[in-house]
C-alpha cells in the first residue's frame, strides 16, 4: 500500500541555525509505502522495501548511503530501521531523506491484524512502514548537487515531467 502523507510535527526547544529552511520543517509532504505481511516473510518485505527506495534515489542520480540503525536510535516500536541519508552539497552534510522499519507484531497487535496458521493457531502479521522520499530535501538536494555555473541539470528520469533537460531550458 502507498499513501500521499502531508506530515506535522511539533518540537519543543528546536531552534536555531541547525533547523532552519529545509533541515526541520514543522509541516511536509511525503509518500508512504506500507505491507502487512505473514511473520516469516517480513524480512524479505523488508529488504524489498530497502531495494525500492534505493531505486528511486538510484534514479535521481543523488549521492545517497543506507544506514542501519542501532537500538539506541530507533524509536521503541521497530525491530529494524534502515534510513536514506542524500548528500546536501550545499550543507555538505547527510541528510535523512526516507527511513524503512519492520515493526513485526508491535503495530498488527495494537491494530488486532490476525491469521490462523496451518494449526489453526492465531497469530499476528507483522507490519512494515517506510517513507519513499521526504519531497522538499530531495527537492533541495536535486537543486543543489545538479548546480551549473547558470543552470540545474535535472536527472533524466525527470525530464519528461520539466520537458527538459535543465532549469535553464525552461
Not at 519513499?132 to 528520469?157: H, K, M, T, W, Y
Request: with cysteine; aromatic share 10%.
Amino acid at each position: 500500500m502507498t499513501a500521499y502523507t502531508p506530515c506535522f510535527r511539533r518540537e519543543a526547544g528546536s531552534y536555531g541555525k541547525d533547523v532552519r529552511g529545509l533541515n526541520r520543517l514543522h509541516q511536509f509532504d511525503k509518500v508512504e509505502i506500507v505491507q502487512i505481511v505473514h511473520p516469516e516473510k517480513s524480512y524479505a518485505v523488508l529488504e524489498e522495501m530497502v531495494l525500492h527506495v534505493e531505486k528511486l534515489l538510484l534514479s535521481l542520480d543523488l549521492p545517497y548511503r543506507i544506514l542501519r540503525l542501532c537500538g539506541g536510535d530507533m524509536s521503541f516500536t521497530s525491530a529494524i530501521t534502515y534510513d536514506f541519508e542524500v548528500y546536501s552539497a550545499a550543507q555538505q552534510k547527510w541528510l535523512e531523506v526516507s527511513s524503512v522499519s519492520n515493526f513485526e507484531t508491535f503495530q498488527t497487535n495494537r491494530m488486532k491484524i490476525r491469521f490462523k496458521d496451518d494449526q489453526g493457531k492465531t497469530r499476528l502479521l507483522h507490519s512494515l512502514n517506510g517513507s519513499s522520499l521526504a519531497l522538499p530535501r530531495i527537492l533541495a538536494c536535486l537543486l543543489e548537487n545538479n548546480q551549473g555555473p547558470d543552470f540545474i541539470s535535472l536527472p533524466a528520469v525527470i525530464h519528461p515531467y520539466f520537458k527538459a533537460e535543465s532549469l535553464r531550458n525552461i
